[in-house]
C-alpha cells in the first residue's frame, strides 16, 4: 500500500514537473525578448543585457512551482527582470549634471542650430546622461516607461507604486529632461 | 512666450519621444529564446534529485526503526518473566508483618511518602511478575526435605514413642519459658555511659 502510493506520487510529481518545464518553455518563448528589453534599459549594455535575462529564467526555473499561482506572467517576468537587472547595476546610475553639460560644446562645435544639434547622433548620448543623474524615483519610471510593452499600470505593478504615483513621476521627469535639454539648446544659441 | 520658443519646446518633445523610444527598442541578438533554454536545461541537470525520490528509504529506515524497537521490547519482556519464575520467592501482597502492624498502630515510625513510593513500586513490579506465571495449587511450593529433616523423619520412622515423649517434653518446656518471661515483664533500659557523657 505505502509503495504503490509512493509510486503514484513520483508518477504524479513527474507529471507535474513535465506540465511546469513546458510552461516554462512557453514563457522563454513569449517573454525572453519583454525581459531582455527591461534588462537593457536598466543596464544599458547587451552583454550584460543577456546574462540578467538568463538570470532572470533561472530564477523563475527555480520558482517553477508558483508558474501556476502567476496571474499576469508578463509583470510577474517584468519584476523579477527589473530587480535583477537593479542588483547587477552598479555605481554608475549616479552621473552628476556636469557630466552633460560637458558632452555639449564638443556636438555645438560642429552644428549651427538648435535643429541640427539635436540631429546628432551624440545627443543620445547627452539623454543618457540627463536621465542617468535623475533621482531613481523620477529614473525607474521613465526607464521603464521607454519600453513600449509597457503600461503605467504595468509600470506600477513592476515598482510596487500605485498608477498615479507613476504618471505623476513620469509628467515630472520629462519636465526636468525638457528643460535642462532646453537650457543647452539656449546655451548654444547664446554661444 | 514667443513663436519662436514654442516651436523649440515642441522640438525638444517630439525629439525627446522619439529618443525614448528608440532608447527602449533595444534587440536581443538572434537565438537568445534557445540559448535561455539550453542554460535552463544544462542548469536542470546539474540540479540534485528531488526530495520525494528520498521517501522509501525514508520509509525503509522507519520501519527497520519500529521493528527493531518492537523486538527489543519483547525480548526484554521475556527475559523479566523469565526472572520472576526462577526466583519464586514468596511474596506477601496486602497482608502487613506484624511488625509493620504494630508500627502503623502506634505511630512510632509513620511512614514517609518517599517510603510509600519505594515500597509501591517493587509490589506493582512484582504483581506485574506474578500476573505472568501461572497460579500453583500448594503456596509456596514444595521444597525438598533438607539433610537434618531427612534425620530427623528416619527418627521419628524408627523410634516413634520416644520421639512423641521429646516433643512432648519440648512443647512444654517452650510454653513454661514463655510464661516465666511473661511474668518478670519487660526490661528496664539502663542508660550507657555514652549517653550521658553526650546529652
Known amino acids: 500500500m505505502v509503495a504503490g502510493q509512493v509510486i503514484v506520487n513520483q508518477a504524479m510529481a513527474e507529471t507535474r514537473a513535465e506540465a511546469t518545464d513546458e510552461e516554462l518553455e512557453f514563457a522563454v518563448r513569449d517573454h525572453a525578448r519583454l525581459v531582455y528589453r527591461v534588462s537593457y534599459s536598466v543596464l544599458r549594455n547587451h552583454h550584460d543585457a543577456e546574462d540578467a535575462t538568463q538570470e532572470t529564467f533561472f530564477r523563475v526555473w527555480r520558482y517553477r512551482k508558483k508558474l501556476a499561482e502567476v496571474r499576469e506572467l508578463r509583470t510577474w517576468l517584468a519584476r523579477i527582470a527589473w530587480r535583477v537587472a537593479v542588483e547587477r547595476r552598479k555605481k554608475a546610475s549616479e552621473v552628476p549634471w556636469d557630466e552633460a553639460e560637458d558632452a555639449i560644446p564638443k556636438i555645438r562645435s560642429s552644428a549651427t542650430s538648435a535643429d541640427q544639434l539635436l540631429l546628432q547622433a551624440e545627443m543620445q548620448g547627452v539623454l543618457d546622461c540627463l536621465i542617468a543623474a535623475l533621482p531613481s524615483k523620477l529614473r525607474d519610471p521613465l526607464t521603464l516607461s521607454t519600453l513600449e510593452e509597457m503600461s503605467p499600470t504595468q509600470i506600477a505593478d513592476v515598482l510596487g507604486m500605485n498608477e498615479a504615483a507613476v504618471r505623476s513621476r513620469l509628467f515630472r521627469a520629462r519636465q526636468i529632461l525638457r528643460n535642462k535639454l532646453a537650457a543647452l539648446l539656449e546655451g548654444k544659441h547664446g554661444a | ?199
Open chain 2, 1 to 199: 512666450m514667443e513663436p519662436k520658443d514654442k516651436e523649440r519646446e515642441r522640438l525638444i518633445d517630439e525629439w525627446l519621444d522619439g529618443t525614448l523610444k528608440q532608447r527602449g527598442a533595444a534587440e536581443p541578438r538572434p537565438g537568445l529564446e534557445d540559448r535561455v533554454l539550453a542554460s535552463l536545461r544544462s542548469a536542470s541537470s546539474r540540479m540534485p534529485a528531488p526530495a520525494w525520490s528520498w521517501r522509501p528509504a525514508w520509509i525503509a529506515l522507519a520501519a527497520t526503526v519500529l521493528i527493531g524497537g518492537a523486538l527489543f521490547l519483547a525480548r526484554r519482556s521475556g527475559s523479566s518473566r523469565q526472572v520472576a519464575t526462577s526466583t519464586g520467592f514468596p511474596v506477601k501482597l496486602g497482608t502487613p508483618t506484624k511488625a509493620e502492624s504494630r508500627g502503623l498502630q502506634t505511630g512510632a515510625q509513620a511512614p514517609s511518602s518517599r517510603h510509600q513510593r519505594q515500597v509501591s513500586t517493587p509490589r506493582h513490579a512484582i504483581e506485574t511478575a506474578i500476573a505472568a506465571v501461572p497460579k500453583l495449587e500448594q503456596f509456596p511450593s514444595p521444597q525438598p526435605l533438607s539433610e537434618q529433616e531427612q534425620i530427623l523423619v528416619r527418627y521419628v520412622q524408627q523410634f516413634p514413642r520416644e520421639a512423641g515423649l521429646m516433643a512432648r517434653a519440648q512443647t512444654e518446656l517452650s510454653e513454661q519459658e514463655e510464661i516465666d518471661r511473661q511474668q518478670v515483664g519487660p526490661t528496664i533500659e539502663l542508660p550507657t555511659s555514652s549517653d550521658q557523657e553526650n546529652p
